[in-house]
């Protein structure tokens, strides 16, 4: 059989009912049930033996005590924590707006006695880490520190500038600083020509003004039979940071220099600025 829900109670039983105060243990008065004994042996006797019938507050006041419990779980209720209770895995409290798991029998009537969740982590674990999941206030500190980086991620890209020239062999180019430059990345590809009978070498330094060199070279050699040319255009690239402090307004100079008997047709520098 497959276990229905059962329709929601609208309120605990004999909520408005008369009730008697259910007590502990059993009382002087006859016929009266306690928690310990539950209804006692007069309320089994006949009458005429002197037996006692149970009393309709006794029914109301345990019923509605049972029904509270069942009342509150029905509405999504979890048990605060209690340092008179005892506690068995895997039971759930609630305590100083966390929830907290037992994984190890404590309390009050428990050999190991009363352990406290927020201090006790043998006994207790708080969700997090029972699911093995960040607590919101560690997802908070990280989210911050991601929109740090990203932050300063985008101010640098904000700050940063940039230039670019394609130069002939032996050109050269200026431009002036828009910020004060802390930083320069420069980028160059060189194309050289194609190369003649054979074997050949070249090289080509890209010369930033003040700063530094970035230098490119390349060699082709001849093959084949009977003299036959199996030659190319070899393009060769260099990238390099530079750590400087050049103040805004600054001229800075771009030139090359190429040696070697193969030549340079022309080449590409990129310069990022930050």
């Not at 929601?8 to 909520?15: D, G, I, K, T």
């Not at 089994?44 to 002197?50: A, F, K």
């Not at 509270?68 to 209770?85: D, E, H, L, P, V």
Request: aromatic fraction near 10%; charged fraction near 15%; glycine fraction near 8%.
């Amino acid at each position: 059989m497959i276990p229905m829900q059962p329709d929601f109670m609208e309120q605990p039983f004999a909520n408005q009912g008369a009730r008697n105060t259910i007590p502990n243990v059993a009382t002087d008065e006859i016929g009266r049930a306690s928690l310990k004994e539950g209804f006692p042996i007069q309320t089994e006797m006949t009458l005429e033996e002197g037996g006692l019938p149970p009393q309709r507050k006794d029914f109301n006041a345990i019923l509605n005590w049972l029904s509270t419990f069942a009342f509150y779980q029905q509405s999504g209720g979890i048990f605060r924590y209690s340092a008179s209770n005892s506690y068995t895995p895997p039971a759930m409290v609630w305590l100083d707006d966390m929830l907290w798991f037992c994984v190890k029998e404590n309390g009050a009537s428990s050999k190991n006695g009363v352990k406290n969740p927020e201090s006790e982590k043998e006994y207790w674990k708080s969700l997090p880490e029972y699911l093995n999941i960040y607590q919101k206030s560690t997802l908070d500190d990280l989210i911050k520190q991601m929109q740090e980086k990203v932050n300063a991620a985008i101010a640098s890209l904000s700050s940063a500038s940039s230039f670019s020239v394609n130069l002939s062999a032996g050109g050269s180019a200026s431009f002036v600083a828009s910020l004060n430059v802390k930083k320069i990345s420069c980028i160059a590809n060189t194309n050289f020509v194609k190369a003649p009978d054979g074997g050949c070498a070249g090289t080509n330094i890209v010369q930033i003004q003040n700063v530094g060199n970035i230098t490119m070279s390349a060699s082709v050699t001849k093959s084949g039979s009977r003299g036959h040319y199996w030659g190319y255009e070899p393009t060769k690239s260099a990238a390099s940071d530079f750590n400087v402090n050049i103040a805004k307004g600054t001229t800075i100079s771009i030139t090359t220099q190429s040696s070697g008997n193969l030549g340079v047709a022309s080449t590409s520098v990129l310069l990022v600025l930050s």
